[in-house]
């Protein structure tokens, strides 16, 4: 309904933004840190997107989700905004990170300071991650003096 609404009107200060917003929704965003990760952390710096947001996995406690997934990687990166302050949370985090780690499954778990703080940095060193788990792409950097073209995406 947004989207149309936004599609009737002709003028709109803000039209790029809330479009891309709409977009993300549309495509399984649910916070402001995911949408923060697309739109800081993997598209500026050429970084494979997600292909699955949110989706289900069986866990301790039966049905989780995984923030994101990335086909053909075989990789996931959890996101963890203000709500996971709690030690409840935090350990059940914990939990989870140690039964994938007994699986074989390698989960960054990036907060706000990650995403929004270091972007580039972070894309950095998921480009080195994302490159162990076979991603054959290159990332770029998204500007002059951007970090990630200060090294190769092996190195971190």
């Known amino acids: ?6 599609g009737a009107r002709s003028r709109h200060a803000r039209r790029g ?13 649910h916070s402001v840190l ?4 697309l739109d ?11 292909t699955r947001r949110q989706a289900p996995a069986r866990g301790r406690r039966g049905r989780e989700y995984r923030d994101t997934s990335f086909a053909g990687l075989d990789a996931h990166v959890e ?4 709500h996971h302050d709690g030690s409840g949370q935090k350990d059940s985090d914990a ?12 989960v960054p778990r990036l907060r706000c300071a990650q995403v929004f ?14 490159a162990l788990r076979g991603w ?14 200060s090294g190769t995406p092996g190195s971190p």
Do not use: K, N, Y
């Open 95 to 106: 939990d989870r990170d140690l039964q994938d780690i007994a699986s074989g499954l390698v």
């Open 136 to 149: 054959e792409g290159s990332p770029h950097p998204c500007s002059p003096g951007c970090e990630v073209g």
């Open 40 to 50: 800081r952390v993997l598209r500026p710096h050429g970084l494979p997107l997600p």
């Open 117 to 130: 703080g270091w972007p580039c940095r972070t894309a950095r060193l998921l480009a080195a991650f994302f």
């Open 79 to 82: 996101l963890d905004g203000g």
């Open 34 to 37: 995911e949408h923060g990760l």
């Open 1 to 6: 309904m947004l989207a149309a609404d936004l």
């Open 17 to 29: 933004l809330v479009v891309a917003l709409i977009d993300d929704l549309a495509a399984g965003t």
